[in-house]
């Protein structure tokens, strides 16, 4: 067996009731203000303690949390929402309304306070709280995802006025680390410590029905093999977010669980095809030769993306088409199948020397126009193990067809500096996105392109087509689902046809878990055994401990102290007898 | 030279070494072109006119010089700059992180040098014997070992568990949030977590002190006055430890402390694969960014403890060698 | 105890015994200088057909070859020869002082019980209580991180078991006596002048009130004149208290002076044995002849601006056998037999030893 | 040469050393031979087939990694890159800081003093934070690891090489050279160098020993380019994707117990020279 | 004449909280045509600060060195010459050969060094013979730690001749040498002298050593020259009471030898007493009289240089005394 440990796994009690303990997301917490963090360790953190306005549901859809229900009125500038009655923030104040409209007017207002999800209301006209239940935000042109805008995790969270009113000022500077954090949502944050944990405690009068463990624990682990170490030892209940291999040998490993739900996210090839700004003026040191859409093609037809799943994946996911992750079905599209590029280097050979790339004496073919050799960087995330494996995979099916990638691991900030510039030829990317679309589809438009002066900018991979763009202000504005997906689709068509952004899978969402933590998941498996996506709020307020085992084994932390301690000791002992018996050996001490 | 001469003189140098690592250091950050900004937001919806300020906020907008001079100013105020990803100063977050570095090390130091002298005076004293022959091999094997490579070995076998051993020590962190965390019960849950990461460190660095100090002996074996000290009748032992290991001890300690760089950097390796809340997890954690400021930061912090723990070597070295004193 | 009080052996290799019995150099001796100046009690220190072996890796070095003499309280004797003739070596293992880095066979009768064989822990109470030894580099011969007074205190506190208080105040009157203040006492060896250091060298041997000084070449690092103010002192201390001295140097000269008898070695070997006087005016051995000569006397028209050396290079250690005279190759006068006999030392007139052949009585010995 | 053929006589007699300079053939024998039995295909991902991390077996004595490479293969071209970035980084070193350790020793005066503060800031700062952030500024791959190595730990040969500069000036023979005639030039090259060298190869060996730890820990922590076949890169991606949860020890131990192996290898060797070359052995002979 | 110095001074500068070392402090001396002086004194006084001075590797205070009557440039290319001429000998041979060399190479190193390397082979082996190394092939491929310390120093030697000098400095040449090799070398010096007719400066703490080989000899103390004049002058008749004290420490076959033990540690160059720089430690100052010392004034009254070439002893004392019987009558049964 490859298993490591026996994997039997400890009753979590400790204190008064039973506490989940959760691996932290990786990236950690950068600041408990949840006006300015970013991390998604923070983000998850948020979700646990601040309330918001919609949730969403097994299937992507919104659902209510604060609000009840909401309307959009005729004109579809105004929504209301109606908010639920009689709640109370954690320190017994009633929580109402104005709570809401105040923090989206601090967003909308502040800079600092925008500093994080600023552009979610952007293109807000008003919000109002004319009375304690009811919420009125005005937009200045019609917005199909305001329901989307405040939903945990991802979203905006409300916070306490009266706790935060006092803090306008000094947002920057306020770190919000006084337990407990006065907020509402299944948990309460008790206790936090920079880089180690957050200890929470359920709220049992939560709104949306109380979380079934009395605490939850948030731990660090810099490395996910500690906290797949800490799992199997049962030091620990959850782990998201595990990779190929610790999935595959956790599979196996008895007293844990495993699932895998659809990504939400895509990995892929961006091409520089001509990076130019927003004036049409062309910056960067990208490869002209790629400006030809033929040479993108075959470049897309020379990728194995089922090798690649299979192999870099180890099966865990999904070859991608759509520029949209079936994490989120309403938005889903495929290519036909005559527009489907295949796996095919001959036919990618075939189109290069139709187009009249000739082969030179090195196997590098030649662009016709610039009768250069067609050698193109290939720009990967030094930190990212995918980003490493794909490379070489894609380094050898470039060669075949006769284009020469040089790999070229740069760290995320150099990376992000090159790509706004248009020094690139071709860049791994990844992307992940909530139910709401907007933003990802954004960063392919015309409007991201930087300033002549080379400031500004904001998109990923200098796309830029007009009727994309078209597309784009109209889906924002289409508030029946079945059509605004249709628009989407054929946006997601437009980028499949330029080949600039190449998807190659959909990566699953890989969960680990105690066995004896039940309820976590929820939805049903597809075809290809993989749960609809979910996110952690659920996950903590859904899981349930089992039912207290007999005779569990009690190998606990407290009961293993006795035995670390010994082993010390008899390291201790072992070690000092051996030098004292070398020592007694070496003689007395009558001697020089 | 008179005492208060030589403070006055040592401290400036001292103060010269960190001025010099203050522009090498900044130097070092400001050369690469990097676009914090993008890296901060990337992932989420962020519009245009938000990434202008951030930028002007993290003062990216200005030219090399203004920046340095701010962070000049910053430093001399104690902020060591602004973290781009925590969006927090430096110093602020330095001051979190000191304290578990300050446990780590220093616990993996002082057994570290107890263990290290202690083995390297009786493998120095008997060089050549079966305990020196022991004792050398394990020590340059051990020091031979990549850090992180044991780290992660240790890991497996005394965390996961491996074969018939049960892993029974955490496998990272610096406590057990869900014990208290005050008393006893606390400490001794945060030495349950030490011991991991310190004995790592321990095993690799007790070596090179292994190594200088029977160097330090053996160099003293054949000085004339352990000679007289002999003639006068005194035991072997006596001669040993009153004689040879003063006298061992000064040079032993001036390479301890010139060797303090290699024990910060077996803590960054270290705290990365334990999770140890400290600064070289920081350090780790910003480099995946990478987070120049809060890189220049710990890397400040860090040179700053070396400047001043060889400081206080070349003081502790004048304290304890009457002739350096004297001269 | 296993020596023969007699101090006379079977072996033949053994030295005849160099008591003093005639007249000379024993008149020079104070009067107190105790019982054993009879002849008949054992003598203070019998060294019997001494060898020391160097071995460094798979090399010996055979430092010591077969030394022999003795020494009664209260006497002085000289020790001369060239530089790596093993004078140090002889000295340094009649303590047992050389570790595991050399081996010694033969005997040292020390008041008659051999310090070759006793106990470590017999023999470290002899160290220093009735043997001490002052080095050559009193600065490398002290601990530099350690006090004076720490350091003569030492031997005080662990042979005569008194307090460190009673131990001090012997430190400050064992300084007065070497012309120290004792308010320095509290000083580290580096804070004195090499002389001085040399006065504490001394200070500290006199600590236990020892029968023997063994001194090794305890002024060579020094200037001309310190030396022989150290000379000085070191003379009228041990004539007072009535210590036997064996003084090693390679200047023959000095030597002449501060010593009774004198002892000259050649690759190991004792060549030459007998009052210094006699042996520095009328010697008995080519190889003290041509050391002799090397020290001019001024005024001496002979010596004027004609020095005069010794050809050839002293031998290795490790190159010279067993068989014959080591010295030979250098000798003026060699001849057939010098390289092939064995090598003794031969009574070379009263009171007198001689290792060459021309030497050896039936040969007519002093005949040079 | 009399001086060689003794050094080689002494050296022999060092079990230790002749051990570690055994280790130290095995691997450079290694590396050069590495492309003959080991061909591009069995490195190149697309092109093997081996199965996917599994154990040791009869075709992959020792197991695969996660593209299905040999382990064994990977390995043998690692030992390749490993040595060439110590070697080229301990090779800067040296020749840096006997440079300046030799002009720092031999002119006393202000550029000695200012050589010598410029290394003793060197010295202050934590090597590895200053390589981290060296190779994280000037970019990844081996490139920046090397330079970075090289920058760091130039200053222990520098402050060996000065002492024992200092050391050799005081010697008589310098001064005698001096009144021959020679300048601070000929001093340097004909007079010091010639004896500090001694120094400079055992501190050589030691660097190298000190270059691979660095080069595999800075790998580790991700500063390498992840797609360079180095014996610190297979532990970096070993430990980037679970081999550690998988158990796959034929993943993990391998590049580590090489690198032991190395390092040791050198430290022996050089420990080793070091005793031969001692000057107090030398003297008492 | 060959060499001259005038009122020479070496002052180092001070170190760790030290004052200044007046090393020498006001030297007049001359080394004539194949003349062997002897500079005697003891340790510290500045002998071999002097010695290096004279062959440019210090570079005095004050003063110069003359040589042919031209003072000595110190322009590198000018010392280069210079030292075409004068060569330097090292108290402790080991030391003065550098482990790496080899014989030859050491020999060499000063015809190459003075570019002469056309008949190298020749020079060598010439000077490796008249350095009574014979035959010299044989030692061409030895390293210094093979030779015996005799054998290195006549290696020196012959590195010194073979650049053909007309002055050969010798700082302490045999000091270090055992008393039986210590002859052999004396020896080699004073052939030299006469087949060559080198100039030699001897510098020494041993009396002996001027008795066997000098035709001056000069005695320093602190700084300064004491007394000068030839070696039988100074030796049998000495005047000043430094050279006195010297003379009587040295042992002899006497069979009342006691030796005139001078009082106090080791003069020091950073404090230089006023006066006479020798009054602190004078027997005589000490024990004369109130009326004597009035006169004398060795505590406040400078004393003049003394002067090159001329036989004499800077002391205040003499003033007061006869001028000196002989006393080296008592040599004279010797
Ligand atoms: N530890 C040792 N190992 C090997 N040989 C040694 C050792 N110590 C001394 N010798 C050799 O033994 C010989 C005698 O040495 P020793 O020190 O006794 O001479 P010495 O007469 O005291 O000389 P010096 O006058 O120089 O002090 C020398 O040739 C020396 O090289
Ligand atoms: N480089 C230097 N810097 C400072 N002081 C020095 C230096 N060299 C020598 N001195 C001092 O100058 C004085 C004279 O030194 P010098 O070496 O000339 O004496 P010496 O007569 O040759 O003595 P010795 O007989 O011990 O060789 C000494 O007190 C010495 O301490
Ligand atoms: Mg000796
Ligand atoms: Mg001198």
Redesign the interface.
């Known amino acids: 067996g490859r298993a490591f440990a026996d994997g039997s796994t400890a009753g979590s009690g400790s204190g008064a009731g039973k506490t989940l303990r959760v691996a932290m997301d990786g990236s950690g917490v950068d600041t408990l203000n949840p006006f300015t963090a970013y991390f998604n360790g923070a983000l998850d953190l948020f979700g646990g303690i601040y309330p918001t306005l919609t949730t969403i549901d097994d299937a992507g859809k919104s659902a209510p949390y604060l609000a009840k229900s909401w309307k959009l009125s005729d004109d579809h500038l105004t929504w209301t929402f109606q908010i639920a009655d009689g709640l109370k923030w954690s320190d017994g104040q009633p929580l109402t309304a104005e709570d809401a409209a105040w923090t989206l007017n601090l967003i909308m207002t502040d800079d600092v306070a925008g500093t994080a999800n600023g552009t979610l209301v952007a293109n807000f006209e008003s919000v109002t709280a004319p009375d304690a239940t009811t919420l009125v935000v005005k937009t200045k042109q019609p917005q199909s995802n305001l329901d989307y805008i405040s939903i945990p995790v991802s979203g905006i969270p409300i916070v306490p006025k009266h706790v935060w009113e006092a803090h306008t000022k000094d947002l920057k500077d306020f770190k919000n680390e006084s337990t407990p954090v006065v907020g509402y949502g299944p948990w309460v944050l008790t206790e936090f410590k920079t880089g180690e944990y957050a200890k929470l405690d359920a709220n049992k009068t939560f709104l949306l029905g109380a979380p079934k463990y009395d605490h939850l624990i948030e731990q660090i682990y810099k490395e996910t093999d500690a906290a797949v170490a800490a799992l199997k030892a049962g030091q620990l209940d959850y782990i998201e977010g595990v990779n190929a291999t610790q999935f595959k040998t956790l599979q196996g490993a008895s007293g844990v669980q495993t699932a895998q739900a659809v990504g939400n996210g895509w990995f892929g090839l961006e091409l520089n095809a001509g990076a130019k700004t927003r004036t049409g003026k062309p910056i960067g040191t990208g490869n002209p030769a790629l400006a030809d859409p033929v040479l993108r093609k075959a470049i897309a037809l020379a990728v194995d993306k089922k090798t690649l799943v299979a192999k870099v994946l180890d099966g865990q996911g999904q070859v991608a088409e759509g520029y949209l992750p079936p994490a989120w079905p309403q938005w889903s599209w495929k290519p036909a199948d005559d527009q489907l590029s295949k796996f095919d280097p001959a036919a990618a050979n075939k189109l290069l020397d139709d187009a009249g790339y000739k082969a030179g004496s090195d196997g590098v073919r030649v662009d016709p126009k610039t009768s250069k050799p067609l050698n193109l960087r290939l720009g990967i995330h030094s930190d990212d193990t995918q980003d490493a494996a794909v490379s070489n995979y894609l380094v050898s099916w470039f060669k075949a067809i006769g284009i020469n990638a040089t790999i070229q691991p740069m760290s995320m900030s150099a990376l992000n500096s090159d790509l706004g510039k248009g020094n690139w030829d071709m860049l791994m990317d990844a992307w992940t996105t909530g139910p709401d679309p907007t933003y990802l589809l954004g960063i392919q438009s015309c409007g991201t392109l930087p300033n002549d002066d080379g400031s500004g900018g904001n998109t990923d991979s200098f796309f830029c087509d007009a009727d994309y763009d078209k597309l784009f202000a109209q889906q924002s504005t289409i508030f029946d689902p079945a059509e605004r997906a249709k628009v989407v689709g054929q946006m997601q068509e437009i980028l499949y046809q330029g080949n600039s952004n190449i998807m190659f899978y959909n990566s699953t969402h890989k969960i680990a878990a105690n066995a004896k933590v039940s309820g976590l998941l929820t939805g049903t498996k597809d075809a290809n055994g993989f749960y609809p996506a979910q996110s952690s709020f659920w996950s903590y307020l859904k899981a349930a401990p089992a039912a207290e085992a007999a005779g569990s084994s009690g190998k606990d932390g407290g009961s293993g102290a006795g035995l670390w301690i010994g082993v010390i000791v008899a390291v201790v002992v072992v070690g000092g007898g051996g030098v004292l018996v070398l020592r007694r050996r070496s003689g007395a001490d009558d001697r020089e | 030279?008179?005492s208060p001469r030589y403070l006055v003189t040592k401290l400036a140098a001292a103060a010269?070494?960190f001025a010099?690592?203050l522009v090498?250091?900044f130097v070092?950050?400001n050369?690469?072109?990097?676009?914090?900004v993008?890296?901060?937001?990337?992932?989420?919806?962020?519009?245009?006119a938000?990434?202008?300020?951030?930028r002007v906020q993290l003062g990216l907008d200005k030219p090399l010089w203004e920046r340095f001079l701010d962070f000049v100013n910053d430093t001399l105020h104690g902020r060591l700059g602004y973290s781009w990803?925590?969006?927090?100063s430096v110093a602020s977050?330095t001051m979190?992180?000191l304290g578990p570095t300050l446990l780590l090390m220093g616990t993996a130091f002082a057994i570290s040098v107890a263990l290290g002298l202690w083995l390297g005076v009786?493998s120095g004293w008997?060089a050549g014997?079966?305990?020196d022959r022991?004792t050398s091999a394990t020590a340059?094997?051990l020091?031979?070992?990549?850090?992180?490579?044991l780290g992660?070995?240790l890991?497996?076998v005394f965390?996961?568990?491996?074969g018939p051993i049960?892993?029974?020590?955490?496998?990272?962190?610096?406590?057990?949030?869900?014990?208290?965390?005050t008393g006893i019960e606390h400490y001794?849950?945060v030495a349950?977590h030490l011991?991991l990461p310190a004995l790592t460190m321990v095993l690799v660095v007790y070596a090179q002190y292994v190594t200088i100090m029977r160097a330090s002996i053996i160099e003293e074996i054949g000085?004339?006055?352990l000679?007289?000290?002999?003639?006068?009748?005194?035991?072997?032992?006596v001669?040993r430890r009153?004689?040879a290991v003063?006298?061992a001890l000064?040079p032993s300690v001036t390479m301890i402390f010139?060797h303090?760089?290699?024990l910060?950097?077996?803590a960054?390796?270290v705290e990365?694969?334990?999770?140890w809340?400290g600064l070289g997890?920081?350090?780790?954690?910003a480099?995946?960014?990478?987070?120049?400021p809060l890189?220049?930061g710990?890397?400040i912090v860090?040179?700053a403890s070396?400047?001043i723990m060889?400081l206080l070597a070349d003081l502790a070295y004048r304290a304890?060698?009457?002739?350096v004193r004297?001269? | 105890m296993s020596a023969d009080p007699t101090g006379t052996g079977p072996m033949s290799t053994e030295p005849m015994s160099a008591q003093p019995t005639s007249a000379g150099p024993t008149s020079a001796q104070p009067p107190d200088a105790g019982p054993n100046s009879a002849g008949t009690a054992p003598p203070l220190l019998e060294v019997r057909d001494l060898h020391v072996t160097y071995r460094s890796g798979d090399r010996t070095v055979p430092a010591v070859r077969g030394v022999g003499f003795t020494l009664a309280a209260g006497d002085t004797l000289g020790v001369a020869g060239e530089s790596g003739c093993g004078k140090s070596t002889m000295a340094l293992s009649l303590m047992r002082l050389h570790g595991g880095r050399a081996e010694v066979t033969g005997e040292v009768l020390f008041k008659g019980e051999n310090l070759l064989t006793t106990g470590w822990s017999r023999l470290r109470a002899v160290r220093w209580a009735g043997a001490s030894v002052v080095f050559q580099g009193a600065m490398s011969a002290l601990n530099p991180v350690r006090t004076v007074a720490d350091q003569i205190a030492e031997p005080i506190v662990l042979h005569d078991k008194v307090s460190t208080k009673a131990a001090e105040k012997r430190v400050a009157q064992l300084l007065d006596s070497v012309g120290i203040p004792a308010q320095r006492m509290r000083a580290h060896p580096h804070e004195f002048s090499g002389g001085q250091r040399q006065r504490v060298m001394i200070a500290m041997a006199l600590a236990c009130r020892p029968d023997l000084i063994i001194a090794d070449e305890p002024t060579t690092a020094l200037d001309v004149m310190v030396q022989a103010q150290i000379l000085e002192l070191l003379g009228d201390l041990v004539k007072d208290a009535g210590i036997a001295v064996m003084m090693i140097t390679h200047d023959l000269s000095l030597l002449a002076h501060t010593c009774d008898r004198l002892a000259v070695m050649y690759a190991g070997r004792i060549v030459e044995l007998g009052p210094s006087r006699q042996v520095l005016e009328d010697p008995r051995h080519p190889y003290t002849t041509a050391l002799s000569r090397a020290f001019p006397t001024i005024g001496d028209p002979a010596s004027r601006r004609a020095p005069q050396g010794l050809a050839g290079d002293p031998p290795r250690p490790s190159d010279v056998s067993d068989d014959g005279c080591a010295f030979a190759p250098r000798c003026a006068r060699v001849h057939d037999g010098c390289r092939t006999e064995k090598m003794l030392l031969w009574p070379a007139g009263p009171d007198r030893e001689s290792a060459c052949l021309l030497a050896r009585p039936e040969r007519g010995g002093g005949a040079l | 040469m009399s001086g060689l053929r003794r050094f080689l006589k002494e050296f022999r007699r060092r079990p230790s050393g002749v051990a570690g300079v055994s280790i130290l053939a095995a691997f450079v024998a290694l590396a050069l031979l590495a492309p003959l039995f080991v061909g591009e295909d069995q490195l190149d991902v697309t092109k093997v087939d081996g199965p996917l991390l599994a154990p040791p077996s009869g075709s992959y004595p020792l197991g695969t990694d996660q593209a299905g490479r040999s382990i064994l293969a990977l390995l043998a071209y690692g030992a390749r890159e490993s040595l060439r970035i110590g070697i080229i980084a301990t090779v800067l070193t040296v020749v840096f800081g006997s440079l300046v350790g030799i002009v720092a020793g031999h002119f006393g005066g202000w550029t000695g003093r200012i050589l010598m503060h410029v290394t003793d800031w060197f010295i202050a700062l934590p090597s590895l934070p200053l390589a981290i952030s060296l190779a994280a500024v000037l970019g990844q791959g081996e490139t920046s690891i090397t330079i970075a190595i090289a920058v760091t730990s130039w200053t222990a040969t520098a402050r060996l090489v000065r002492a024992q500069t200092l050391a050799v000036e005081a010697r008589p023979f310098v001064e005698r050279a001096r009144v021959l005639g020679a300048g601070n030039r000929q001093i340097m090259v004909r007079q010091v160098l010639p004896n500090v060298m001694p120094l400079i190869l055992v501190s050589s060996t030691l660097t190298v020993a000190g270059s691979l730890l660095s080069e595999a820990t800075l790998t580790f922590l991700g500063l390498g380019n992840p797609t360079d076949i180095t014996w610190g890169e297979m532990l970096h991606e070993a430990f980037a994707n679970g081999a550690f949860t998988a158990n796959a020890w034929w993943y993990i131990l391998p590049p580590g117990l090489t690198i032991l192996a190395v390092v040791l290898g050198f430290t022996l060797t050089g420990r080793a020279v070091e005793h031969v070359l001692d000057p107090r052995m030398e003297k008492s002979r | 004449m060959t060499l001259e110095v005038r009122d020479l001074s070496v002052v180092y500068p001070p170190r760790g909280g030290v004052g200044p070392a007046r090393a020498v402090d006001g030297v007049d001396l001359r080394i004539g045509d194949g003349e062997i002086v002897a500079l005697i004194g003891e340790s510290g006084c500045g002998k071999s600060t002097l010695a290096r001075t004279l062959v440019g590797l210090v570079k005095p205070s004050r003063g110069q060195v003359l040589y042919q009557g031209t003072p000595l440039d110190y322009s590198a290319k000018a010392l280069k010459a210079y030292r075409r001429h004068t060569q330097l000998v090292l108290q402790d041979p080991g030391g003065a050969l550098n482990p790496k060399q080899n014989v030859f190479d050491a020999v060499a190193e000063g015809p190459r060094l003075h570019g002469l390397k056309d008949d190298l082979k020749e020079t060598v082996h010439d000077a490796l013979t008249r350095a009574g190394l014979r035959p010299p092939e044989d030692f061409y491929h030895r390293y210094p730690h093979e030779l015996s310390g005799g054998q290195q120093q006549r290696v020196v030697i012959a590195g010194a001749l073979a650049l053909n000098p007309s002055l050969i400095v010798a700082d302490e040449p045999v000091a270090s040498l055992d008393a039986s090799v210590r002859g052999e070398i004396l020896k080699l010096l004073l052939r030299l002298r006469d087949d060559l007719g080198l100039s030699a400066l001897v510098v020494s703490h041993d009396l002996g050593l001027a008795w066997n080989i000098a035709d001056r000899v000069a005695v320093m103390y602190l700084g300064r020259i004491v007394e000068q004049g030839t070696v039988e002058e100074v030796l049998l008749n000495p005047r000043h009471p430094y050279t006195k004290a010297l003379l009587s420490v040295v042992p002899s076959g006497a069979e009342d030898w006691r030796p005139t033990l001078l009082s106090g540690e080791p003069p020091d160059p950073t404090a230089i007493p006023a006066g006479c720089r020798f009054h602190p430690r004078c027997g005589r100052w000490a024990g004369a009289s109130a009326a004597d010392r009035e006169r004398a004034a060795c505590d406040r009254r400078e004393l003049p240089v003394l002067a090159a070439d001329v036989s004499g002893a800077a002391c205040h004392l003499l003033d007061l005394d006869p001028p000196a019987t002989d006393v080296s009558n008592a040599w004279e049964n010797a």
Do not use: C
């Open positions: 030279m008179s010269v070494s010099v690592t090498i250091g070092l950050f050369l690469m072109p990097a676009d914090p993008r890296t901060m937001t990337r992932g989420r919806p962020t519009s245009e938000e990434l202008g300020r951030l990803q925590y969006q927090q977050l979190h992180r009786r008997r014997s079966l305990f022991i340059l094997t020091w031979s070992v990549p850090t992180f490579w992660m070995i890991l497996i965390s996961v568990g491996i049960h892993g029974f020590l955490p496998a990272g962190g610096m406590s057990d949030p869900t014990l208290p965390q001794a849950d349950k011991v000085s004339p006055y000679l007289t000290a002999r003639a006068k009748g005194l035991t072997d032992a001669v009153r004689h003063p006298n000064l010139l303090l760089g290699g910060i950097s077996g960054v390796a990365a694969i334990f999770s809340p997890e920081l350090t780790y954690e480099l995946k960014i990478p987070d120049l890189l220049q710990t890397f860090f040179s070396v400047i060889n304890l060698d009457p002739r004297a001269s």
